[in-house]
């Protein structure tokens, strides 16, 4: 959010957000509160912090990029070949298209073709975890369950999640299950309720009545995949983004925000050098061992969080508790 509200666009997101007002950490059986983190709020931080639909983060930058530029952004481009020399860089897309510039920043997530052409292939690995996502209509669930903090319900081998969106009219649903065996690709592979149902049936009873309350095929699940960060994100005129340098699993919520830091602190940059690779140079000093740190952080989180018996589960050390809140994108040296 110090970063969106430095470009312009904090407001409008916050307007279509719910502003956090903690988080609650249950067992998974009982329902017993294992530790509680109140409100986030801009006197601690310098920034408050929202709960934000995707789409409508998306929408908000879109239209901020295509004022200030509305010939900048081009759809239906595949990448597929790249090249550079002392004078700039080519990249090449499956329709015909190639395109030249000063220097080229792949952002294209875990499997980035941009990451594989200039670093090679390095192996995906599965994390044997399942996630489950709905999002359901207030409306369709129980008063009780209408409001409230984030909540996360921690089990073994299993955590559900939920809070509000837009406004407090949608609720977001998200559970992560240690499935040992996945072979599906893709994000919208549709899940069936009665099977996300069976897996939480020992779950507190306010966890079956939200897995019933969601609206037939608007259930998705998706495998998660994992990879190492990359020791040098830089070489030449051709540097990485996001989860193209350092794939984020969900497990701190910091992917969202590992990337907006990214380009925030690489305008910086570019604002600052005198020449492109100057600027992903001091880019790259400036976001790695973070962003690294962060991704290795989230890595261990799920470990703590799903346990391996019925005791052992712990919220762990959460993203307020590792610093992550602490740091400003837009004044941080470079």
């Excluded at 050098?273 to 140079?281: D, F, H, I, Q, S």
């Amino acid at each position: 959010m110090k970063a969106l509200n430095f470009l312009g666009v904090g407001e409008k997101i916050a307007a279509v957000s719910n502003v956090s007002t903690g988080v609650v950490f249950k067992h998974y059986h009982t329902g017993e509160i294992l530790r509680r983190l109140g409100q986030e709020d801009t006197s601690k931080y310098g920034a408050g912090l929202f709960q934000v639909h995707r789409a409508d983060l998306h929408n908000a930058l879109r239209a901020a990029v295509l004022a200030n530029d509305a010939g900048c952004i081009h759809l239906r481009h595949s990448f597929t070949d790249l090249s550079q020399d002392s004078h700039g860089v080519v990249a090449r897309f499956a329709n015909g298209v190639i395109a030249s510039a000063d220097a080229l920043i792949g952002c294209d997530g875990n499997r980035s073709a941009v990451r594989q052409k200039v670093h090679g292939s390095a192996p995906v690995a599965y994390m044997e975890q399942v996630s489950f996502r709905a999002l359901v209509p207030v409306a369709n669930l129980p008063p009780e369950l209408r409001e409230g903090p984030r909540c996360m319900y921690l089990g073994p081998g299993r955590q559900f999640l939920h809070y509000l969106l837009r406004n407090g009219t949608v609720m977001n649903i998200v559970a992560h299950t240690r499935q040992p065996q996945w072979q599906d690709e893709g994000w919208q592979i549709r899940a069936e309720i009665q099977e996300f149902l069976d897996l939480y049936k020992d779950f507190h009873p306010d966890v079956p009545h939200m897995i019933q309350s969601i609206e037939p095929h608007s259930l998705f699940k998706w495998g998660l995949r994992d990879r190492e960060p990359l020791a040098q994100w830089t070489i030449g005129r051709i540097s990485a983004l996001g989860d193209a340098a350092h794939p984020m699993s969900p497990f701190l919520g910091q992917g969202a925000a590992m990337a907006i830091e990214d380009g925030m602190v690489l305008g910086r940059c570019f604002a600052k050098a005198g020449t492109p690779k100057e600027a992903l140079e001091l880019y790259e000093r400036a976001r790695k061992q973070r962003a690294n740190g962060v991704q290795l952080a989230s890595r261990e989180q799920v470990k703590l969080q799903q346990g391996s018996s019925l005791h052992d589960f712990t919220p762990g050390r959460l993203a307020p508790d590792r610093g992550p809140f602490d740091y400003n994108p837009v004044t941080v040296p470079i």
